[in-house]
T-cell receptor, first 113, second 109 residues
Framework: KAGVTQTPRYLIKTRGQQVTLSCSPISGHRSVSWYQQTPGQGLQFLFEYFSETQRNKGNFPGRFSGRQFSNSRSEMNVSTLELGDSALYLC????????????FGQGTRLTVV | KQEVTQIPAALSVPEGENLVLNCSFTDSAIYNLQWFRQDPGKGLTSLLLIQSSQREQTSGRLNASLDKSSGRSTLYIAASQPGDSATYLCAARDDKIIFGKGTRLHILP
């Protein structure tokens, strides 16, 4: 059974650009959560989607947005990129929200120059 | 607001030693606590998950305990090996998963 797939694995963007990251959850999993990991702040929760609806949101500016499709695949978008957005972006899938176990993808390493 | 703290931030021990990693959380109303391993530049691998009603879980050389009343969890690694070198993260789950900043473990051959 395939794991959580995130694409692309690596990305370099320029300040002011926008970027879209993709996450395909494990087959049958309907909940997808996104996290940002930086050396200074550690892993911080961005948002969670279930049944194409945002269920929960962390403390990030409105430049960070996401969506979920009917096949449970999710995308997150960051507009007007800043240098501080450079991070490893991880997504996690679980069967349903609040399910005890979450499985993480390998992440997308975003570098903003 | 839930806060998760891991101490120490980094740890180096000789191969073969037993060791304990600590995790504390401020709000005891959690669904579960999960320990993960992260290798450099990689995603997270789940090691052990303890439900709020449980006191401990074991997998091979790993044992994790949970004391909700004191807001603490420990990860015990027996007979450490160089391959155990990684960052270990604990995460407390209520309506979302809150992570600690991790303990960077280095096992000296």
């Amino acid at each position: 059974k395939a794991g959580v797939t995130q694409t692309p694995r690596y990305l370099i963007k320029t300040r002011g650009q926008q970027v879209t990251l993709s996450c395909s959850p494990i087959s049958g999993h309907r909940s997808v959560s996104w996290y940002q990991q930086t050396p200074g702040q550690g892993l911080q929760f961005l948002f969670e989607y279930f049944s194409e609806t945002q269920r929960n949101k962390g403390n990030f500016p409105g430049r960070f947005s996401g969506r979920q499709f009917s096949n449970s695949r999710s995308e997150m978008n960051v507009s007007t990129l800043e240098l501080g957005d450079s991070a490893l972006y991880l997504c996690a899938s679980s069967l349903v929200p609040d399910h005890p176990e979450a499985f993480f993808g390998q992440g997308t390493r975003l570098t903003v120059v | 607001k839930q806060e998760v703290t891991q101490i120490p931030a980094a740890l180096s021990v000789p191969e073969g030693e037993n060791l304990v990693l600590n995790c504390s959380f401020t709000d005891s109303a959690i669904y579960n606590l999960q320990w993960f391993r992260q290798d450099p530049g990689k995603g997270l691998t789940s090691l052990l998950l303890i439900q709020s009603s449980q006191r401990e879980q074991t997998s091979g050389r790993l044992n994790a305990s949970l004391d909700k009343s004191s807001g603490r969890s420990t990860l015990y690694i027996a007979a450490s090996q160089p391959g155990d070198s990684a960052t270990y993260l604990c995460a407390a789950r209520d309506d979302k998963i809150i992570f600690g900043k991790g303990t960077r473990l280095h096992i000296l051959p």
